[in-house]
């Protein structure tokens, strides 16, 4: 389950960030943390669907 949330973490944030960086670093770090955010209850969602 760890693992699926770091995953989620990292490609969340990356997202975010690559979205956001267009407008400026303050938009990128804001969507780069939703977008961790998002990853954390993606990567539990799926641990908890398909590894349980």
């Not at 973490?9 to 961790?36: D, K, M, P, Q, Y």
Request: aromatic share 18%; with cysteine.
């Amino acid at each position: 389950m760890k693992l699926c949330i770091f995953t989620g973490i990292n490609l969340g944030g990356c997202v975010g960030w690559e979205l956001g960086e267009r407008f400026g670093t303050l938009t990128a770090f804001f969507l780069g943390g939703i977008g961790s955010v998002l990853g954390v209850w993606a990567g539990w969602w799926a641990a908890r669907r398909y590894l349980a």
